[in-house]
């Protein structure tokens, strides 16, 4: 398992509108890519916000960066004026809660 992590720094008052656009408007297009496991946005606070990707393998998380980097340039450059802060790679440890 891969996984991509995108940090974006914007104002507080748009993290709310900032998650709902990418709810209802990049979330499908990840869904599409082959390997998709799940995907989660982060309100860290202070208008710091996190996009977790997860997929089979590297190649599709390679992939939904490159369709985020062009997704935000096109919807989002007024929120984020800086670039993603991007970490990447396998998933080497794994837990889950135990029943």
């Not at 369709?67 to 837990?95: C, H």
Request: aromatic share 14%; net charge negative; with cysteine.
């Amino acid at each position: 398992m891969y996984l991509s992590i995108r940090r974006y720094k914007t104002d507080e008052a748009y993290v709310g509108e900032v998650m709902r656009l990418v709810e209802d408007r990049f979330l499908p297009q990840i869904r599409e890519i082959p390997g998709f496991i799940k995907y989660y946005g982060v309100d860290c606070g202070d208008g710091l916000v996190a996009f977790i990707n997860f997929f089979e393998d590297e190649a599709g998380a390679e992939r939904s960066n490159d369709i985020a980097s062009e997704w935000v340039k096109e919807n989002l450059a007024s929120y984020f004026p800086l670039p993603a802060d991007i970490t990447a790679g396998k998933v080497m440890v794994r837990g889950e809660k135990e029943s």
